[in-house]
Every structure is written in structure tokens, then in C-alpha cells.
């Protein structure tokens, strides 16, 4: 019976592999993406800010411009801030995609070593029994040529 439960388990580690590999794909296209976008927040803020401070250089500010300013910087930043949670999101679940994988693989190499020691017991077991039927061979040959 275990030579026949190894290679299943190790075709379904094989397929939950697959799987997470596939999500880890995923997750790292979204990681890629998040992280281009958060570089475009950090450059979209930095243009903003010098273009302001250029803007209004040399005169006084408006308080209603301040106010403007703070609005649309706040909301740049709380842009920023939710992008590098995400990004941190996503680095945890492929940190953890990544763990997944190494548990399949060692249970790969696992049941593969199982299927590999299995199948040199039953060439054990063969070379005994032809060894068995090889010296009751040689018995009989003998005894035929004694009589």
C-alpha cells in the first residue's frame, strides 16, 4: 500500500506547489506594481513641493492657498502611507507564500526518498528470490547428478 500512497502524496505536494507558486507570481506582479506606484507618489510629492516653493517663493501666501496646499498634501501622503502598507502587506504574504513553498518541497523530497527506499526494498526482496530459486536450482542439479 505505500508504494502507492508515496508518489500520490508527492503529486499533490507537486500540485499545492504549483498553486503557490502561481500565487507567489501574483503577489509579486501586485508587489511590483504597488511599489511603482509609491515610487510615482514619492516623485508626483516632490515635483508638487518644489513647484510650490518656487511658485511662492517671493510673496506672501494667501491662507486660503496654505490651506489648499495642506489639503492636497495630506492627501498625497495618506496616498504614500497606504501604498507602503500595502507594499509591507505584500511582502508578508509572499514571505509567507515562500515558507509554504519550502514545507512542499521538503515534503517532495520526503516522499521521494520514501518511493526511492521502497523501490530498493522490492529489488532487494527480487534479487532474494532469484537467488532463493537460483540455489534450489543448483540443489536440484546437484542431487540429479549425485543419484
Not at 2 to 10: D, E, G, S, Y
Not at 28 to 35: A, G
Not at 75 to 86: A, H, L, M, T, W
Not at 130 to 138: G, P, T, V
Request: proline share 2%; with cysteine.
Amino acid at each position: 500500500m505505500a508504494k502507492l500512497v508515496w508518489p500520490l502524496m508527492a503529486r499533490k505536494r507537486q500540485a499545492d506547489l504549483d498553486v503557490i507558486e502561481r500565487r507567489m507570481a501574483l503577489l509579486q506582479e501586485r508587489r511590483n506594481r504597488c511599489s511603482e506606484m509609491l515610487a510615482a507618489l514619492l516623485s508626483y510629492q516632490d515635483d508638487a513641493d518644489s513647484g510650490f516653493s518656487a511658485r511662492h517663493a517671493n510673496r506672501p501666501l494667501n491662507p486660503l492657498v496654505v490651506a489648499g496646499s495642506r489639503s492636497f498634501y495630506s492627501r498625497v501622503q495618506k496616498g504614500i502611507d497606504d501604498q507602503r502598507q500595502e507594499l509591507a502587506s505584500l511582502d508578508r504574504l509572499l514571505e509567507q507564500a515562500r515558507q509554504e513553498a519550502l514545507v512542499c518541497l521538503r515534503d517532495i523530497k520526503k516522499y521521494d526518498k520514501l518511493v526511492e527506499i521502497e523501490q530498493r526494498k522490492l529489488e532487494r526482496l527480487e534479487l532474494r528470490r532469484e537467488a532463493k530459486l537460483l540455489d534450489e536450482f543448483n540443489c536440484t542439479a546437484a542431487s540429479r547428478q549425485e543419484d
